[in-house]
């Protein structure tokens, strides 16, 4: 891949995991995918390989890159997999990152080490049935009694949170009530091996099949007071900043997996004969395929743009919701075009079309809505 802002240092991330990718990831991924199977083997591997909390300083486990050799490679494995590149996106960006960037020293060295080997994982618990877009419809509650959080609660559509190797959660939770008569929302560090701690795999989903999603459940759990992250009634800030550097991982599967799409359909159309020739050489079809080449190239600007902003500690939250929405709604139309070359074989699971058409759903909701992000963007406008 050319592209001004790709070192010869992200080239060499980039054939790491392209190689692990095609030699590991793609001969299981639709076994995986069809057995609805989280894969502790291949998330130990990523670890093993060192992606996860590659930017974190080498004293807390990390190799000390940029961000933008995250993106790089949770785009490149998307290509490949999206559920294995959820796992991977999920862990440095709500596990590590809130962790990383509102934990004390104490809390930095206690935890980030053992979340960079691909043994542990960890969660962020936000979403409850109540409160999906809307964060402040936070039930789940703490109370601060002699010098210990007293939990209660539930969360919904939790990633890493069930597998053998999830070991804890950063959870929002409603810890008072504020002089304006709001919540006040804190987060927590919770240990799984805490009492009342449960939690619990979620199937049957459409997509993202061998990632491990799950309902987690708190009932009486009792926490240190020094397990809260960050400041008393900081949740939501901490929520907010953690979902703009996660959105730029959700950009990347989805230009990662718009680019998987696309070499799938220039490979079928390419051996594909009808009317006694290539289907590629129908107008029609390379029409399309120039239609998903130009929209590749200008969601892979954007968001590389919006990176390049973080990496420079300048403000990137309106880069960052633009770059998700506009590959997550990408990534639909190009698994869309993808499917519809295919034609007919495009809708069964002997072809990886069909497992990119599902995969691509969720881009659109996670991490925040497409609606949503519409917000977020007409009020950075002035709107």
């Not at 990176?307 to 190009?334: N, Q, T």
């Not at 691509?360 to 925040?368: C, D, H, T, V």
Request: proline share 3%; net charge neutral.
């Amino acid at each position: 891949m050319n592209h001004p802002l790709i070192t010869e240092k992200h080239r060499q991330w980039i054939e790491k995991v392209k190689e692990f990718a095609n030699n590991e990831v793609k001969p299981l991924a639709k076994e995986l995918d069809v057995n609805e199977k989280f894969s502790n083997e291949l998330t130990r591997r990523m670890g093993q390989l060192g992606l996860f909390g590659m930017y974190l300083p080498e004293v807390y486990g990390g190799s000390y890159t940029d961000y933008f050799s995250l993106v790089l490679v949770v785009e490149e494995l998307a290509k490949i997999d999206s559920s294995q590149a959820a796992t991977l996106a999920s862990q440095n960006s709500l596990g590590i990152g809130p962790i990383y960037y509102f934990g004390n020293e104490e809390q930095k060295k206690k935890y980030l080490p053992g979340l960079t080997t691909g043994e542990r994982l960890w969660a962020f618990g936000l979403t409850e049935s109540t409160a999906g877009s809307d964060s402040r419809g936070t039930q789940s509650h703490a109370e601060l009694i002699d010098g210990n959080w007293h939990i209660n609660g539930s969360k919904m559509f939790i990633s890493n949170a069930s597998s053998e190797l999830s070991v804890g959660a950063t959870l929002q939770v409603v810890t008072g009530i504020n002089s304006k008569g709001e919540k006040e929302l804190s987060t927590i560090l919770v240990d799984r091996s805490t009492p009342g701690y449960f939690s619990e795999k979620l199937q049957g989903k459409m997509m993202w099949r061998a990632t491990d999603t799950a309902r987690m459940r708190f009932e009486k759990c009792v926490v240190p007071e020094k397990n809260l992250l960050g400041e008393p009634g900081k949740g939501s800030h901490i929520m907010l900043q953690t979902l703009d550097s996660g959105r730029l991982t959700i950009a990347a599967m989805g230009l990662g997996l718009a680019e998987g799409a696309f070499e799938l359909a220039m490979k079928y159309a390419k051996g594909r004969e009808q009317f006694g020739k290539p289907i590629i050489k129908f107008q029609s079809t390379s029409f399309k395929l120039a239609d998903m080449a130009t929209k590749i190239e200008a969601a892979r600007n954007l968001l590389y743009h919006a990176v390049w902003l973080k990496d420079h500690d300048f403000p990137f939250g309106k880069e960052s919701a633009m770059a998700k929405l506009y590959c997550s709604e990408i990534a639909r139309e190009v698994a869309d075009e993808c499917v519809q070359i295919h034609g007919a074989y495009g809708l069964f699971n002997e072809y990886d079309a069909e497992r990119f058409y599902r995969d691509q759903r969720l881009l659109q909701i996670g991490e925040g809505t497409s609606e949503i992000l519409r917000v977020v963007i007409s009020r950075h406008i002035g709107c």
